[in-house]
Antibody
Framework: EVQLLESGGDLVQPGGSLRLSCAAS????????MNWVRQAPGKGLDYVAT????????YYADSVKGRFTISRDNSMNTLYLQMNSLRAEDTAVYYC????????????????WGQGTLVTVSS | DIQMTQSPSTLSASAGDRVTITCRAS??????LAWYQQKPGKVPKLLIY???SLESGVPSRFSGSASGTEFTLTISSLQPDDVATYYC?????????FGPGTKVEIK
C-alpha cells in the first residue's frame, strides 16, 4: 500500500524558514516523480513544485520560485521542501503527491496524496 | 502560466439529478486534464485523468468530456456521498495549475 507521510509543519514568523519532509513507502520511490501541492485554509488547491525521479528536473510555481527548494533522497525514500523567506500567504496545508508512471502515452493525474502538514506563517 | 476557470462556483441539486461542472483552460492543454474530488476535511481524490478516463475504483456515474479548451465533469445521478468540492487541473505544461473549485451540495 502506497503511503506518503508529511512532517515538519509548524508556526513560523514571516521571513523565517522551514523544511518539510514526506516519507514514502509501499512503492519504488526512486522511480517516481514527486510533487508538493498546498491548500490555504478554506481555499483551493495550489501547485507548488515537482521533482523528477532522479532529481535532475525541477519545476516551481512562480509564487515560490527563488524561495522554496524541492529535493529528494532516494536512499531514504524521502521528499523535501525547503521553504525560506516565508510570507503570510504561504500559510497552508502542504501535501506531497505522486502518480503512476505514464503508460502507452497516457499520463495520469495525482493518484496518491499524503495527509498533509500545516504551515502557519504569522507573527 | 495556463489559467484554469470553473463554473459554477457552487451548485445545489437534488439526489438523482444529473450535474455538470465546466472547466476552461486559457490555452490548449491537449486533454491533459484531471478532475479531483475533495470531501470536507479529506485529502483530494483523483476521479478522471486525460479529460475522460475514469480512475480505477471511481463510480461509473462520474464521467468527463472535452471540446477544445472546455472540459466537463458530469455526475449522472447525484448521490449524498458526492457532496464535495471538485477541482480541475491541467498537467500539460509546468507549472501545473488548478481551477478554483466547484462546491456541490445536496438540496
Amino acid at each position: 500500500e502506497v503511503q506518503l507521510l508529511e512532517s515538519g509543519g509548524d508556526l513560523v514568523q514571516p521571513g523565517g524558514s522551514l523544511r518539510l519532509s514526506c516519507a514514502a513507502s509501499g512503492f519504488a520511490f526512486g522511480g517516481y516523480d514527486m510533487n508538493w501541492v498546498r491548500q490555504a485554509p478554506g481555499k483551493g488547491l495550489d501547485y507548488v513544485a515537482t521533482i523528477d525521479f532522479s532529481g535532475a528536473t525541477i519545476y516551481y510555481a512562480d509564487s515560490v520560485k527563488g524561495r522554496f527548494t524541492i529535493s529528494r533522497d532516494n536512499s531514504m525514500n524521502t521528499l523535501y521542501l525547503q521553504m525560506n523567506s516565508l510570507r503570510a500567504e504561504d500559510t497552508a496545508v502542504y501535501y506531497c503527491a505522486t502518480r503512476n508512471a505514464c503508460a502507452n502515452g497516457v499520463c495520469y493525474g495525482l493518484q496518491q496524496w499524503g495527509q498533509g502538514t500545516l504551515v502557519t506563517v504569522s507573527s | 502560466d495556463i489559467q484554469m476557470t470553473q463554473s459554477p462556483s457552487t451548485l445545489s441539486a437534488s439526489a438523482g439529478d444529473r450535474v455538470t461542472i465546466t472547466c476552461r483552460a486559457s490555452q490548449s492543454i491537449n486533454n491533459w486534464l484531471a478532475w479531483y474530488q475533495q470531501k470536507p476535511g479529506k485529502v483530494p481524490k483523483l476521479l478522471i485523468y486525460k479529460a475522460f478516463s475514469l480512475e480505477s475504483g471511481v463510480p461509473s456515474r462520474f464521467s468527463g468530456s472535452a471540446s477544445g479548451t472546455e472540459f466537463t465533469l458530469t455526475i449522472s445521478s447525484l448521490q449524498p456521498d458526492d457532496v464535495a468540492t471538485y477541482y480541475c487541473q491541467q498537467y500539460n505544461t509546468y507549472p501545473w495549475t488548478f481551477g478554483p473549485g466547484t462546491k456541490v451540495e445536496i438540496k
